[in-house]
């Protein structure tokens, strides 16, 4: 059974204060890691998707990473507005996704 | 409109009632599915369908949950004689293709709250 496990459960930083999300995951075999933002209230929005060890991609203050075992998302001199919830999911059908349970990460001025 | 709408946004239901949630996708998008989730947690698949067909029903916690979706557009998810534990927000995401290598989009979602 795929597993899906976001560390930590919540992060606090500082403005400017870089970081990283992590997912580990367990799965029979891989079609897709991604990942979400969620603010408040709304559904997940699109960040990105991973195939395969090693890849990486980046999207403004964000990059995103894989290995065989996990997934990191790296945040660069995070802004308040980066406060929302992160969410990792993995396929190995090609279409559902297992999510975990998302990293809270609050930003302060 | 340009996104995933869903309908209601927030739903209180009494325990034993029916209810039925609608999902109008992005046009055109051929992959649509229906998640659950709990306060604290991420969300957990619940129905795959491609076009019209359920392709997968996996997810669906017990027989009273069933959706349907039989023009390949407009899609619903109804839950008969519902229980407190089907509390959740309730998520719709279309895709453009049948796979999940392209982006899948999500509505704001439809909070039951059943009392």
């Known amino acids: 059974e795929d597993q899906v496990t976001q560390s930590p459960e919540a992060l606090r930083l500082q403005e400017g204060e870089s970081s990283s999300l992590n997912c580990s995951y367990t799965?029979?075999?891989?079609?897709?890691l991604f990942w979400y933002r969620q603010d408040p209230g709304k559904g997940p929005e699109f960040l990105f998707t991973l195939y395969s060890a090693g890849e990486e991609k980046e999207k403004e203050r964000l990059k995103a990473t894989l290995t065989k075992k996990e997934s990191f998302l790296h945040i660069t001199a995070p802004k308040p507005e980066d406060s929302a919830t992160y969410l990792c999911a993995v396929s190995d059908s090609g279409y559902a996704l297992n999510f975990g349970k998302g990293t809270s990460l609050l930003v302060t001025p | 409109g340009a996104g995933v709408s869903q309908s209601p946004r927030y739903k209180v239901a009494k325990r034993g009632q029916d209810v039925a949630l609608r999902c109008d996708p992005i046009s055109g998008h051929v992959s649509l599915f229906w998640y659950q989730q709990a306060l604290g947690q991420g969300p957990e698949f619940l129905t795959y369908f491609q076009n019209e067909a359920q392709l997968d029903k996996s997810g669906l916690p017990s027989d009273r949950f069933f959706a349907e979706r039989p023009e390949g557009s407009v899609s619903t998810l109804k839950i008969q004689r519902t229980q407190q534990e089907d509390s959740a927000v309730y998520l719709c995401a279309s895709s453009l293709e049948a796979v999940m290598n392209t982006e899948a989009f999500f509505g704001q979602g439809t909070r039951l709250t059943v009392v």
């Open positions: 799965v029979s075999g891989l079609r897709g």
